[in-house]
């Protein structure tokens, strides 16, 4: 049986936990305490030197770091994975983008508000997070305007990578209020079967 | 014929200059000045509204942005995309520690000193910068250690992608002489079939 390392309030991780429900994929949880820096010793850094959860581990132990990369091990040879050339190129365009644009902003200001001390000094930096974080809605927002999903015209790992942090926005101080596309496309992503909230995983 | 909307002087883009001519694909290249924001301009952001380089025009007028998805849609169907399943995820994995721990210290670092001004407010940035880049250096050189290659055991996408801005970390003041097995490396990826300098795309 697939094992993942992770902790409950990650949306990376949850990400790889919606995916796994989605396919109905059964799996043995182990909660990692990311947040006091158990990724960062040495048990958890055999698993992954980068000192980052998720980490999937396979029936033969070999461990597979990146959330990203183990939606695509998921989801490889179901509909999640397109195989057409410029499908597949496109559902990677937008993980990419996932981590590059979104993450860095989206969930950033998520774990200052949610992790961090009222005085800590990274609170400053919470305004211009936060304008990062809305370009990169406003980008998602005029993708949804004409299309239902991110790739294929159906739900692939691109949709499950780029809902985790979207849809917990508000938690960073991000409102979604502006943004009626991205709202409709959260409201899709809920109605797919097999679906799961973040606290249900 | 191709498209590459680029910057000479980008590693991103050199990715897919790179991957090009190592398959031997002829393209048009157009050069964009995204050091002086022509691609925050209208015409570009028509391209990519995320406002980046390099993107790839398709035959049929398609845009392509993300310089790793574009590495995908060059290398489908060739040895560089492995298609087993977990040499397919281990691929993704380096590409996305490239975009998320990788690129946002050693290339901005080399960013920083090449095309900022002496008294930039970032340049007080570089000494936390370097640091991660030295971490994220270390990463790949444990793997490195005990592998030619990044996944498969051949060269993939993944070696191109971290080759850009590996080989050229010293212009950002981060030194490779720490790092026996990555200049190891460094000198497989220069003799593959085709290769060709930065200077010489």
């Given at each position: 049986m697939l094992t993942l390392y992770d902790n409950h309030d990650s949306g990376n991780?949850?990400?790889t936990r919606l995916m796994m429900a989605l396919l109905d994929i059964e799996y043995t949880y182990v909660e990692v305490d990311s947040v006091n820096g158990e990724t960062r010793k040495g048990p958890f850094l055999e698993k992954n030197l980068n000192g980052r959860i998720p980490v999937?581990?396979?029936?033969d132990g070999t461990y597979l770091p990146e959330s990203n990369a183990i939606l695509h091990y998921l989801g490889d040879g179901t509909s999640f994975v397109p195989t057409d050339r410029l499908d597949h190129a496109r559902t990677l365009q937008w993980m990419f983008f996932e981590q590059y644009t979104h993450e860095p902003s989206v969930a950033v200001a998520r774990f200052i508000v949610r992790h961090l001390a009222p005085d800590h000094e990274r609170q400053a930096t919470l305004p211009a997070i936060r304008q990062?974080?809305?370009?990169?809605?406003?980008?998602m927002e005029d993708h949804l305007k004409d299309n239902d999903w991110f790739a294929a015209n159906q739900p692939t790992i691109a949709d499950i990578s780029l809902f985790a942090y979207t849809h917990m926005a508000e938690?960073?101080?991000?409102?979604?209020?502006d943004y009626p596309a991205i709202n409709s496309w959260i409201a899709r992503v809920r109605q797919l079967p097999g679906f799961v909230a973040l606290e249900d995983t």
């Amino acid at each position: 049986m697939l094992t993942l390392y992770d902790n409950h309030d990650s949306g990376n991780g949850y990400k790889t936990r919606l995916m796994m429900a989605l396919l109905d994929i059964e799996y043995t949880y182990v909660e990692v305490d990311s947040v006091n820096g158990e990724t960062r010793k040495g048990p958890f850094l055999e698993k992954n030197l980068n000192g980052r959860i998720p980490v999937l581990e396979l029936d033969d132990g070999t461990y597979l770091p990146e959330s990203n990369a183990i939606l695509h091990y998921l989801g490889d040879g179901t509909s999640f994975v397109p195989t057409d050339r410029l499908d597949h190129a496109r559902t990677l365009q937008w993980m990419f983008f996932e981590q590059y644009t979104h993450e860095p902003s989206v969930a950033v200001a998520r774990f200052i508000v949610r992790h961090l001390a009222p005085d800590h000094e990274r609170q400053a930096t919470l305004p211009a997070i936060r304008q990062s974080g809305h370009a990169a809605l406003a980008i998602m927002e005029d993708h949804l305007k004409d299309n239902d999903w991110f790739a294929a015209n159906q739900p692939t790992i691109a949709d499950i990578s780029l809902f985790a942090y979207t849809h917990m926005a508000e938690d960073g101080g991000i409102g979604l209020s502006d943004y009626p596309a991205i709202n409709s496309w959260i409201a899709r992503v809920r109605q797919l079967p097999g679906f799961v909230a973040l606290e249900d995983t």
